[in-house]
């Protein structure tokens, strides 16, 4: 069974940094392309950044400059780098990982930007 576990969210001034990590046990990571998606209140899900099993990524014109997704192989482990955090960046995170047509999702992490 797979799962994918994310932390390192919390509540960060705006102009603030922090890195999401998402550990993912029982299934294959190599071969997967991962992402992070967020979702705020009353707005839907949205792809925030990819990462390909190749390491090619990709990012939200919102977030392009600001988040820096990466991945660890040997860990099997996905993070978000985020920088110069705003308060329109606050959401929960979410990690997923896709192989073919299945997607896995993780429980998400919530990242507040308040002053």
């Known amino acids: 069974q797979v799962q994918l576990v994310e932390s390192g969210g919390g509540l960060v001034q705006p102009g603030g940094s922090l890195r999401l990590s998402c550990a993912v046990s029982?299934?294959?990571?190599?071969?997967?392309?991962m992402g992070w998606y967020r979702q705020a209140p009353g707005k839907q899900r949205e792809l925030v950044a990819a990462i390909t099993s190749g390491g090619s990524t990709n990012y939200a014109s919102s977030v392009k400059g600001r988040f820096t997704i990466s991945r660890d192989n040997a860990k099997n482990a996905v993070y978000l780098q985020i920088n110069s955090l705003k308060p329109e960046d606050t959401a929960v995170y979410y990690c997923?990982?896709?192989?073919?047509?299945?997607?896995?999702w993780g429980q998400g992490t919530q990242v507040t930007v308040s002053s």
């Open positions: 997923n990982r896709r192989i073919g047509t299945r997607s896995d």
């Open positions: 029982g299934g294959a990571f190599n071969v997967a392309a």
